[in-house]
């Protein structure tokens, strides 16, 4: 890997690339767009949604096998939902990432990065804009089936948008591989009823 030269949004471009993410590299900057643009809207520092947004997904340059023993070598505590679904990691290798490669060292911006597929307890609202973000443009092609109500909801604020989205998450159309402890937190902090 050749070092980090300052132009984050053009490193991660071009790492997504030498690893052959193309999904990702499509769905990053989308990330960064509406991550920017909820952060505007919603009093957020964008600079640090940015930052989050583009970095969110990076984690995902390693190999799904190879996930579990990388982060128990970073001193990752692997719980058994990411044993068995080793891609719930790939966010824990975002964070890696972000502090090793691109020098973040914003406790807030590593947090964002860490929870933006499962949310947790106690988000941030710099957390919901990414959880957000990410769930608006998503990564599985086209535009997602709960785009318009989730649009819907943010009119009434983050936290709303959030609740929303976790109770589609708890719903049959999200087809969950397994409930992560995080959102199994969240849902729970949220009032959305998990899934039987
Ligand atoms: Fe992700
Ligand atoms: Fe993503």
Redesign the pocket.
């Known amino acids: 890997m050749p070092p980090y030269a300052g132009d984050l949004a053009a490193d991660v471009n071009v790492l997504l690339a030498a690893h052959r993410c193309e999904i990702t590299r499509e769905h990053v900057p989308r990330v960064a767009r509406e991550a920017v643009a909820l952060a505007r809207r919603f009093g957020v520092d964008p600079g640090a949604a940015r930052t989050a947004a583009w970095l969110?997904?990076v984690g995902g340059i390693v190999r799904r096998a190879d996930m579990v023993a990388l982060c128990e070598s970073l001193g990752v505590a692997v719980v058994p939902e990411e044993r068995q679904v080793p891609m719930l990691l790939?966010?824990r290798i975002s964070v890696a990432l972000a502090r090793g490669r691109y020098g973040v060292t914003d406790a807030a911006t590593l947090q964002a990065i860490r929870v933006?597929?499962t949310l947790h307890a106690e988000p941030t609202p710099l957390d919901l804009v990414v959880f957000l973000a990410?769930k608006l443009e998503w990564d599985q092609g086209g535009i997602p089936p709960y785009h318009a109500e989730l649009s819907a909801a943010l009119d009434g604020g983050l936290m709303a948008g959030a609740r929303w989205m976790l109770t589609w998450m708890a719903s049959p159309q999200a087809n969950l591989l397994i409930p992560h402890p995080e959102l199994r937190a969240a849902w729970a902090a949220f009032g959305v009823i998990p899934p039987a």
């Open positions: 969110h997904d790939h966010a933006h597929t990410d």
